[in-house]
């Protein structure tokens, strides 16, 4: 088992920054790929961003691609996920998510592990 604690959410302004964290637990962090997606009300959970086990391997969804960074420290055993340049249309619970596979999944069914989800919101 794997328990993942995201953080960093809040209330931002169009333009500005935040960066999510997301704390694991449980099972060798470093064996698995991990990602964050986010759902906004009356939309389907899509992938924002997704790393590899080591961090050489990233993935971008078009929409955030040059606004956000995803990383990953596996001596902390923690994903992160910086965002600038934020606009009001990235308003949604984001969620950190982990799966239990060397290589890399975008399909959110691929996933394992869930954290709870943090809210980010971007007034314009």
């Known amino acids: 088992q794997v328990q993942l604690v995201e953080s960093g959410g809040g209330l931002v302004q169009a333009g500005g920054s935040l960066r999510l964290s997301c704390a694991a637990s449980g099972r060798t962090f470093s064996r698995y790929c991990m990602a964050w997606f986010r759902q906004a009300p009356g939309k389907e959970r899509e992938i924002v961003a997704a790393?590899?086990?080591?961090?050489?391997?990233?993935y971008y969804a078009d929409s955030v691609k040059g606004r956000f960074t995803i990383s990953r420290d596996n001596a902390k055993s923690t994903v992160y996920l910086q965002m600038n340049s934020l606009k009001p249309e990235d308003t949604a619970n984001y969620y950190c998510a982990a799966d239990d596979f060397l290589g890399m999944d975008l399909s959110a069914y691929k996933y394992d592990y869930w954290g709870q989800g943090t809210q980010v919101t971007v007034s314009s």
């Open positions: 790393i590899d086990w080591n961090g050489i391997r990233t």
